[in-house]
Structures are given as structure tokens and as C-alpha cells.
């Protein structure tokens, strides 16, 4: 393995232990206060911490190029899709554990290919392969002895749907500007959304949100700055296929944070299903081609 791409997984596994993580802390801080309320800082909180980033990676970087009409337009479409998916999946959290929220939210790139039947993008067979599994592991891990989907699971898959529309938005904007700045947009975008409504549905008070200093923290600087910062960095010597495998990882340390951090236990059903949905997700990820290689995602 060449050194830069040894860079990159190392990069790339980081992000998504601090993704998955990411689900502990959210689901922490929702002990304290609401699920709006936790966004709207964590976004802010993370389009802040994109500043110095950008100043960094881009010198000439000026604030003044975010008034493009274009720019904002676009970043606006990629925060009304961020702002539903983080809302469903933030108050799933509330009623699932750390790992199921984990692992339903990876569900998202099942979600992408099923998008592509109506934009008549179509996927190949490994594809629907990935659904099928993906489908009978999310119903081993959700559905219980009553054979109802757990409430909180519903909500999460919800989110994952958002998510897969957030990452189609992406795919068609993402290459007409700078990702870092479009990253900046929609969190500004989710964060404003989010706390606005959070005055009208949650008062939020002072000292509840100091008590979830520490998930906030963790959410907006640790989740959306230096793990989106990784992915970046990460993908610069990464095909795009394999840096998805890696970045959906986040599922198994979502799990493994609420076992270790929660104390959270799961069946062995529940695992046997986890196991499903990230060989489905794995084989999603699969391109044939008639030398059986594997084709770059561009």
C-alpha cells in the first residue's frame, strides 16, 4: 500500500470513529435539552469551527464570495435536506439506543441508489444485492417480540432518507463549488432553522444547555468540524468507493461507543442484523466491470 493511501484510510477510519461517536454524544445530550435546541448550536457551533478551516486550506479565501446568489441557493437547498435529516434522526435518538441509530443511518446509501431509479440513474445488481440484505438486517434489528418497529428506529430511518437526498443534492452542486464552503452554508443554514424553532417549540434555558456543554462540544466542533476536515483531507488519495466503505464504518463505533460510553446491550438478533445491514451496505458498494475490478465513484 502506497504511503498516501495509507494517509488517507487512516484519515478516513478516524472520521468515522468520531462520526460514530458522534451518536453517543447526541443521544447524551438529549438528557438535557431538546433536540432543536442541540442542533441549532451543534451546527453553528460546527460552521464556526469551518472557518479557520477554510482560511487554512484556501489562503485567499474570502467571506465575500458566499454572497454569490448561486452559492447561497445551493448551499440553502443542501441545508433544507441536512436540517430534515439531523432533525428526524436527533429525536430517533431519543427513542432508540446509540447503535441502532448508528447503524439505521447507514442505511442512507441503500437510499442513494433507489433515487437513481427516478432520476434515471440506475444501479447494478450488486446494488439491490446491498438492499435486500440491508432490509432483512434492519428488520432483525428493530422489529421485536410485538413485531412493531420500534418508534425511535422509524424516525431514524426517516433520516436516512433525508440523508440520502442530502448526499444527492451534493453530488450535483458539490462540484460547481467549493465543498467547504457549501459545508459552511448548510450548517449556518440548519443551525439558524433549528434554533429559531427551538424558541417556539422547546425555551431552551441557559442552564440546560451548560449541562450539555460537553455532547454539544463533541457534536459541533469534534462531528461536523475536524471529522468533515478528515473526510476531506482523506479523500484527496482515496477512490470514492473505498472511502465510503470506510467512512460507513461509523455504524460499528456508534455501536461500540453505546456499549462502552451507555452501557447499552443488544440481542443477538439485533447483532446478527447489524451484521446484514453492513454486508448489504458493503456489497452496495460494489462496481462490475468486464474486468471484475471495481470502478471509481466520481
Known sequence: ??????????????????????????????????????????????????????KFLSPSFSFHALLNPVLLLHGAMAGVALFFAST?????????????????????????????????????????????????????????????????????????????????VLSYIAPIHDFRTIAFIQFLFTGIISLSLSLLFEEPEIQQIQQATFPILYAGIASAGIGFTLQVAGQRHARADHAALILGLEALFAALGGYLLLSERMSFSAIIGCGLMLAGVTISQIRSTKKGTLKTKD
Open 88 to 168: 428526524f434522526q436527533q429525536v430517533g435518538i431519543i427513542y432508540t439506543s446509540a447503535g441502532n441509530a448508528g447503524f439505521i443511518t447507514s442505511l442512507y446509501i441503500i437510499f442513494v441508489p433507489l433515487f437513481g431509479l427516478f432520476l434515471r440513474k440506475p444501479s447494478g445488481k450488486y446494488v439491490w444485492g446491498g438492499v435486500i440484505l440491508a432490509t432483512g438486517g434492519l428488520y432483525m434489528l428493530s422489529f421485536h417480540e410485538k413485531m412493531q418497529m420500534q418508534m425511535g428506529d422509524l424516525l431514524v430511518l426517516i433520516s436516512a432518507f433525508f440523508w440520502g437526498m442530502h448526499l444527492i
Open 1 to 54: 500500500m502506497k504511503p498516501n493511501q495509507l494517509k488517507s484510510n487512516f484519515l478516513l477510519l478516524s472520521a468515522s470513529v468520531i462520526w460514530g461517536f458522534a451518536f453517543v454524544a447526541q443521544r447524551h445530550g438529549m438528557t438535557f435539552i431538546g433536540p432543536l435546541t442541540f442542533n441549532g448550536i451543534r451546527f453553528i457551533l460546527g460552521a464556526v469551527t469551518l472557518i479557520p478551516v477554510m
